[in-house]
């Protein structure tokens, strides 16, 4: 079963930093997802990705393979940018189509 | 627009009642999962459905049941022998069942004991 693991679990910060969460797995995988869950419960899908980088608005999510970590940034980042970001791993040899999820991350910016 | 409708939003149970929790997409995926959300934990699979009039358990069934009569609809009922069902319950859809594809989810429901 894979672990998934992210950080910090809390994140305050100013209008207009660069903000960087971290997610860490513990069994290899084919991909990767980051997700965004608003105030209300609601949960966005945001990136994908097996390999390298994707870019999204000021969204920019990074993956290494070999060292399985991957890291989600925000750019000049906005207080409609809080919410909590989840990031998810499959589930090999569970349920099929499965996924793991990490407990998330709650970030709040402030003006 | 395409999506993935849970209702109702706020839902109550009295003790040693069922409730069942409404989940309809028409995004036309084959795929549909229940997830249940604890505060401070991640997502944990109840249920999931790959195909119409088939479903599997996922790794918290127990007081739980689903069915999938129409492909569009994937409704969860919470029995009275689910003794702590009070948390955020959320739908998801997929085009299919690999691992590798986008899931997209509906706006949860919040399920409380009075």
């Known amino acids: 079963k894979n672990e998934v693991e992210q950080s910090p679990q809390n994140l305050t910060a100013q209008e207009g930093e660069f903000i960087t969460i971290n997610c860490s797995y513990s069994v290899g995988i084919s991909a990767l997802h980051w997700l965004q869950q608003h105030p209300g419960g609601g949960i966005v899908s945001l990136f994908m990705l097996s390999s390298g980088k994707k870019k999204h608005g000021r969204l920019i999510a990074t993956i290494n393979i070999q060292e399985k970590h991957s890291s989600l940034h925000i750019t000049a980042s906005h207080p409609r940018d809080s919410a909590v970001y989840i ?24 003006p | 627009d ?3 409708t849970q209702s109702p939003k706020y839902l109550f149970r009295k003790e040693g009642q069922n ?6 997409q028409n995004l036309n995926h ?19 459905s790959q195909i119409v009039n088939d479903f599997q358990k996922g790794d918290i069934a127990e007081g739980y049941s689903v069915s999938r009569e129409k492909k569009e609809s994937f409704p969860l009922t919470v029995t009275s022998a ?4 009070t948390a955020f319950y ?22 409380s004991v009075l």
């Open chain 1, 87 to 110: 990031c998810a791993v499959p589930y090999y040899g569970g349920s099929q189509g499965n996924l793991i999820f990490g407990k998330g991350t709650k970030l709040s910016v402030k």
């Open chain 2, 2 to 4: 395409g999506g993935i």
């Open chain 2, 19 to 24: 409730v069942t929790l409404s989940c309809e």
């Open chain 2, 30 to 48: 084959d795929a549909m999962y229940w997830y249940r959300q604890d505060p401070g934990q991640g997502l944990r699979l109840i249920y999931y």
């Open chain 2, 82 to 85: 689910q003794k702590n069902p």
């Open chain 2, 90 to 111: 959320l739908c998801a859809s997929r085009p299919s069942r690999g691992r590798d594809e986008k899931l997209f989810f509906g706006s949860g429901t919040q399920l």
